[in-house]
């Protein structure tokens, strides 16, 4: 089974982290729904605006009264009638409107603290555009790096299924000429089997991984590339301390998030606060109104009346059931909590760092005492595949250096990887992400 790594065609891509990255941040859905969050947030600064602009409105209407309603006078204001009260239908058979209104806000404290939050709420999702850009980095970069170590993992296996492939043809050779057991033919097969296998199943693990870094990267699957990377790449620029670790956390999006919903919960209270005060708009009417009996169209009787208004409307609170102070109240609470988000935010950007540093170290030393192990694994097999060669050694002890020198390189394999990841988490912690980008 050739692997689709191994394959070479015509069509297919390579790659660097770097323009996978690039790719990323150009084509992943979450970046662009982020895109299109900052995008609307203007047009919400828009709508907010248009509250303090002239609203200018055309109206009209046309009535025609089926039934009207009775006048009904006392009788002693009607002596003709014997005492009798009197009653006329009032109004007439149509009504006809039309005019033209045009308002004014002068004043009102509510409309300019929404216009602030409204500004805040752009912030807001430029910097939400900015956390979803480090995730989508960091997604890709791990990815990336799990895609790399299987293909040095199928690489040491393959490596291992020549070696036993070789042993086999030199037992059955051996076997033909009665110089060993059709058994020791048999445990060679049962090896090779279980190591081809393992190659199909990290086969499939590299197209399942392949796939799942062309969804962060938000490429087609049917997208035919290959990674030039390498497992050992350093993404590191300096040396990893915890040095400066609390201006770190200021310049991450997530501080920055939690800020922004801060100042909008107090810009929320501060809109909650402008309720109390007076609120002052200017209107004007100009209408054109006309009351006839008769047919409600093409009557000649009809006449048209002007009539217009202007004036001042103000608004001045006065008691509410305290619902107003009950809802600052509410925030100010909110307020509080935020306080201990960003507080704990700090803890755990520390522990991040911390933890990442650790692992940085860690992986480093694990690294070095897994490669002197491969090697040591590698010069026991080749003492014991000479030993065997030479019939000093049984197969069973061949076959053992074989299966330790594969699970050290497994071993190894590995600790690379976490490496990759502490470097992908320590360049989180420190809001560095988009470096792999430049």
């Known amino acids: 089974m050739t692997p689709a790594f191994a394959q070479s065609q015509a069509n297919e891509k390579e790659i660097t982290l770097q323009q996978a990255v690039n790719y990323a941040l150009e084509n992943n859905e979450n970046i662009k729904k982020a895109t299109y969050d900052e995008m609307g947030s203007k047009y919400q600064i828009n709508e907010v605006r248009s509250t303090g602009l002239p609203q200018v409105e055309v109206k009209g209407s046309a009535v025609r009264t089926l039934e009207k309603q009775m006048f009904v006078l006392p009788a002693k204001l009607n002596p003709e009638q014997n005492g009798q009260p009197f009653i006329n239908p009032s109004g007439t058979d149509n009504t006809i409107q039309a005019g033209i209104s045009v308002s004014q806000l002068l004043f009102s404290k509510s409309y300019f603290v929404g216009l602030k939050a409204a500004k805040s709420a752009e912030d807001l999702y430029r910097i939400r555009k900015e956390m979803a850009t480090e995730d989508v980095i960091y997604n890709v970069g791990s990815a990336y790096y799990q895609v790399l170590q299987t293909k040095e993992q199928f690489n040491s296996i393959n490596a291992n299924l020549n070696m036993l492939t070789q042993l086999e043809k030199i037992l059955t050779l051996q076997y033909k000429n009665d110089l060993v057991k059709k058994v020791d033919v048999n445990r060679i097969k049962v090896n090779k089997i ?16 392949l796939n799942v870094l062309k969804f962060f990267m938000g490429m087609p699957l049917e997208e035919q590339i290959t990674l030039s990377g390498s497992a050992d790449d350093v993404l590191l620029d300096e040396q990893p301390t915890m040095a400066g670790v609390n201006d770190v956390a200021t310049e991450r999006a997530q501080f920055k998030i939690l800020n922004k919903q801060k100042e909008l919960k107090a810009l929320e209270v501060e809109n909650i606060r402008a309720g109390y005060y007076p609120s002052l708009a200017a209107f004007g009417n100009y209408n054109y109104q006309s009351m006839y009996d008769g047919q409600m169209f ?26 107003k102070k009950s809802q600052v ?12 988000d960003i507080q704990q935010y700090n803890k755990n950007t520390q522990v991040e760092l911390s933890n990442a540093l650790s692992q940085l170290g860690n992986s480093q030393n694990n690294i070095a005492a897994q490669e002197r192990n491969v090697k040591l694994a590698q010069e026991v097999y080749d003492t014991t595949n000479q030993l065997y060669k030479e019939a000093l050694a049984p197969l069973s002890d061949l076959l053992n250096a074989e299966t330790a020198l594969r699970e050290a390189q497994t071993n190894l394999n590995n600790e690379r990887l976490k490496y990759q990841i502490a470097q992908l988490s320590y360049l989180k912690a420190k809001g560095n992400l988009e470096s792999l980008s430049n």
């Open 329 to 340: 109240q509410q925030r100010e609470i909110e307020l509080k909590k935020m306080d201990l």
């Open 194 to 209: 279980n190591l081809e296998n393992q190659k199909e199943n990290l086969q499939a693990a590299y197209v399942q991984q």
């Open 298 to 323: 093409n009557n000649p009787n009809t006449m048209w009346f002007p009539n217009s208004q202007v004036g001042l409307q103000l608004n001045i609170p006065i008691f509410d059931g305290l619902r």
